[in-house]
């Protein structure tokens, strides 16, 4: 492992996808323990992405967590997509968390909703009443956080959850984690939680694994602090930590 530090964010940097996983859910684990310990209710927003598959299955297996006092979130949804598709993000986590784990809540973001600027304000009301202690994210291949690509990105947002248009290198991305066959069939808008309402959680675990991502982590670690890269944000974050393997970190080793 070799760590790589640049103004306040830390990369750990792993051989394989396995080691990196265990290593991310290993502190999301640590930073859940504290959080329950000085809160009676924790909140945590969770990514819906193959890049965190490793993650949240080490995550599962963590032992000492009151999982019935976690409220889940999910930090952003296509809009258009039919309520079982298996490309949405709401179904993705409920497979691989939401629906193992005793959590106390789930909160997902409704892609069938008729009017998605009320349902940006209804999912808006949920994280002004329950303050994020936790997010676990990723980041695009275009240097995205959430559906946060870079012609939307806004460091001082005063939004929480927003409608936003998604640019071609971002739903390519779907095509090429194998989520779609074709861009023309991933979904061209989406709601998202928007910048600040992601680094205002007091945690920040990403996890960013494949060389697909390594121009991403290079720039994120090397690059301008700039919405041209929205990742760039963690190094301004208190606690944030990103944990590659070897083919993302690349750059880096």
Known sequence: MKTVIKDNLKVEIYETRKEMG?????????????????K??????????????????????????????VNAFHMDEYIGLSAD???????????????????????????QAEDPKEECARYTKLLEENVVDIVLLG???????????????????????KVVSLDDVCRQQQVNDGCFKAIDDVPKFA?????????????????????TKAWAVGRTVNGEISEECPATIMRKHDSAVMFCDSDSGRDLL
Do not use: Y
């Open 85 to 111: 598709a298996p490309q949405g993000f709401g179904n993705f986590l409920k497979e691989h968390i939401f629906d193992r784990l005793p959590f106390g809540s789930v909160n997902c973001i409704n892609c």
């Open 139 to 161: 980041i695009g291949e275009n240097g995205h956080i959430a559906f946060n690509d870079p012609h939307v990105a806004d460091f001082n947002d005063t939004a929480l959850v």
């Open 191 to 211: 709601l998202t939680l928007t910048i600040p309402a992601l680094t205002r959680a007091k945690h920040m675990v990403c996890t960013v694994p494949a060389a």
């Open 22 to 38: 265990a290593a991310a859910a290993k502190l999301a684990a640590e930073k859940l323990r504290e959080c329950l310990k000085e």
């Open 40 to 69: 009676e209710k924790v909140n945590v927003i969770f990514a819906a992405a193959p890049s965190q598959n490793e993650t949240l299955e080490s995550l599962i297996n963590e032992e000492g967590i009151d999982w019935s006092r």
